[in-house]
DNA sequence: CTATCGTTCGACACCCTGTTGACAGTCTCG
DNA sequence: CGAGACTGTCAACAGGGTGTCGAACGATAG
């Protein structure tokens, strides 16, 4: 059995969020003590958890597999999180804020046409869900159980949602778009399904969407719900 | 603590589903005799659980409260089911049981016009649900570490996606939507919206689309997705 | 050399699951 | 009516998970 604390991950989600600003305290979730020494320890916990998550359900990984993937024994474990669910929390964290970041990029760079603008909103939600495809099927599972993941998830969409209503409104606003929906009401619809297709899509239970077709399969239908006269005949 | 095996419940999903029939024996899950001796302290179980998912998520409730709220001991209660999982799965059966007699009785009386014969797709999987929200955020809790909760509900999933893809297809054949994404796959997505939306909704929690309105919501993003011309301008 | 402090883990208390074996009713048949 | 079979019941146990406590270890400062 190796101790080596780092074990081979792909491209763990943890991804050195803020060098610079160093968070005095968070006194909330997190580790005990913010001093740097055991920050090796901490980002293999992270990277040991994205790992198991690929191969098994949130619900049937325990402290103690984390715990010796890091090196480490279960009682120290805690000295770095509360808990299995901080761990989840932590690695949601830094998956909701890339999605943020590549959201707010894509903002500053709108694509010339609309469907391209559309498709830049339904990319900025599937990429990071992609690339931790484990993580956020891990948050998904513990969303009802964790009040804690639910309100991070929940924040998350609520940012999508207002997003696209006030996009929703704009395009209405100067004519592109027919009047319909309450803004609010056809954004709420249209973001959670995306939420749940794209999590079937990479979950691979039930009916779903081929992974090469999803983005344009979402995409045909927000165009349609947005752009689409309500009765052609 | 009162030893009385029925609780009081409003409306359990059990409902007495097949008094004729009486299968000779399910070995797989289930209580291992079918004997009619034991049957009420069976659907106290049934009752007491659906009751407690009323209270508190699924992961929360132990065997040993469901064995208490129906009057018996924990071992007992092995005695009738395998695990909790088989109790959430014979609740989770009566529900979808009942979501297939509505809808088979929907396809049987269509209404008049094509507007109400999508609110009747779309109203029959959202009035089971409703009236057994408990049983069913429970199942959708339960799905991600429990394979045979999740095929039940893929199979479910599975036969109103056709459904709905069939019915797609048929008006494009007689000219009444236009093409657009391959059948099967919008099917697809409007199902998985239709099922996000409605647990957000019932469960309150994130942004969600108000009770009163869930269905004309939901109807007005299908009837676009389905006959609306791509591009007015 | 010693005091301190960050870090580590053996051992514990507790909760939950699922199984075993003994036992109590009841029903049937010789 | 009494032996046997079968349903239903539970105390007690084994096993595994979580979270905590306190002793101990090593580096570093005084």
Redesign the interface.
Known sequence: MPADPSPDVSAPAVAAPDPAPAAPAEPGRGRRTPRPSGDDRERAILATAEQLLTRR????VSVDELARGAGISRPTFYFYFPSKEAVLLALLDAVVAEARLRRDTALRHPAPDREGRWRQVIASVQEPFRSHRAVT?AA??A???SPAV?DV??AH??RF?EEAAAEIDAERARG?A?A???SR??A??????N???LH?TFAG?????AEA?VV???L??W???I???????
Request: hydrophobic share 40%; glycine share 8%; no cysteine.
């Open positions: 359900p949130y619900a049937d099927l998904a599972e969303r009802a159980s639910r998830w929940s969409m609520e949602v592109a027919p319909g929906l309450p009401d056809l709420t619809a249209l973001n959670w399904m939420e749940r297709v079937t239970h039930g009916p779903a969407v077709d344009d399969v979402l045909g239908v165009l349609r719900a752009y689409g006269e309500p009765h052609p005949r």
